[in-house]
């Protein structure tokens, strides 16, 4: 593996922890709001990642059969969670039912807090790991000179 891989590889981690991190943050964002414009209250949402094949990699690679365990990760999608919303008596609220109770969204703020710092600390070590390729890289480029 070439140091260019690594470098595609943890990009690829990067940008999905990225993505991680934003819904994350939207999830905290709408943790009241009772409307949204598909009518009731948000619904909490994940992201699935998936391994792929890293494409691109080189001819020695395909000899070598390495480029088959070479993979990269990606986001397949982000789905809603189906857990029930909180409901809380609040007849005063204007998006109380007739019986005065209030729909909440189904965010729980705990959880999405360790899902953020755990997107973050992810994205730190591909960080990492990124500087490590680049500084592997210049290395090699100064014993050419």
């Not at 691109?56 to 029930?84: C, M, W, Y």
């Amino acid at each position: 593996m070439d140091v260019l891989t690594a470098m595609q590889i943890s990009s690829s981690a990067l940008k999905a922890e990225r993505t991680r991190l934003n819904i994350s943050a939207m999830n905290l964002a709408n943790a009241n709001t009772t409307r949204t414009m598909e009518g009731g209250p948000y619904r909490a949402k994940s992201v699935v990642f998936a391994a792929r094949p890293l494409e691109g990699v080189n001819f020695q690679d395909a000899l070598n059969a390495t480029s088959e365990r070479l993979r990269k990760v990606e986001v397949v999608k982000v789905v809603e969670d189906k857990a029930p919303f909180r409901e809380v008596y609040d007849p005063t609220h204007p998006d109380a039912d007739e019986e005065g109770i209030v729909r909440f969204p189904n965010v729980n703020v705990a959880e999405q807090m360790v899902d953020m710092m755990s997107a973050r600390r992810s994205y730190e070590a591909n960080v990492t790991a990124l500087e490590s390729a680049k500084n592997m890289a210049l290395k090699a480029l100064d014993i050419g000179r």
